[in-house]
């Protein structure tokens, strides 16, 4: 009767036979078979991606006319913005500062009677003069600035 050989007696003389016929070992085999699937799934999430982002492109050009001009400027009608009033500026030295007190006076650089300007958020968008309402400060806009005219007034 034949005595049957353990499992680890088979893999043995089978990896034995595999390396004196030259062939590589599985583990080896079994590298390359996972290096080619990281290859295929990396170049499927680079398709995905690609799709993605000619889809945002695809949403957001001039030529794709899904929404009308007034439903994209309702999307920020209520956006809060900073307007401020500036009467005017000046420099000056930090010992002058330190100096101030109250019923101090620090002279400006506008004029008494000049309009004052309007900014949003730092930009200057109009000029307008000074009027009180309910006893409060206000402006009454006298002028708008055109995008054409801050352009002008940046480069100068």
Do not use: Y
Not at 9 to 15: F, I
């Amino acid at each position: 009767m034949a005595t049957n050989p353990s499992a680890a007696e088979t893999q043995t003389e089978m990896d034995e036979t595999m390396a004196d016929n030259g062939v590589e070992t599985i583990a080896e085999d079994d590298w390359g078979a996972a290096m080619a699937e990281q290859a295929t799934a990396e170049s499927s999430v680079l398709q995905a991606e690609t799709v993605e982002k000619a889809q945002v492109f695809t949403e957001f050009s001039p030529s794709n006319k899904l929404h009308d001009t007034q439903n994209d400027i309702d999307f920020i009608l209520d956006i809060p913005v900073q307007l401020t009033v500036e009467l005017g500026r000046t420099k000056i030295a930090i010992k002058n500062l330190l100096q101030l007190a109250q019923g101090s006076v620090v002279e400006l650089d506008g004029m008494a009677g000049e309009p004052m300007d309007v900014l949003v958020n730092g930009c200057l968008i109009a000029q307008g003069e000074v009027v009180v309402v309910n006893d409060k400060f206000g402006i009454r806009l006298t002028d708008i600035i055109t995008p054409a005219e801050r352009i002008r007034k940046i480069n100068r």
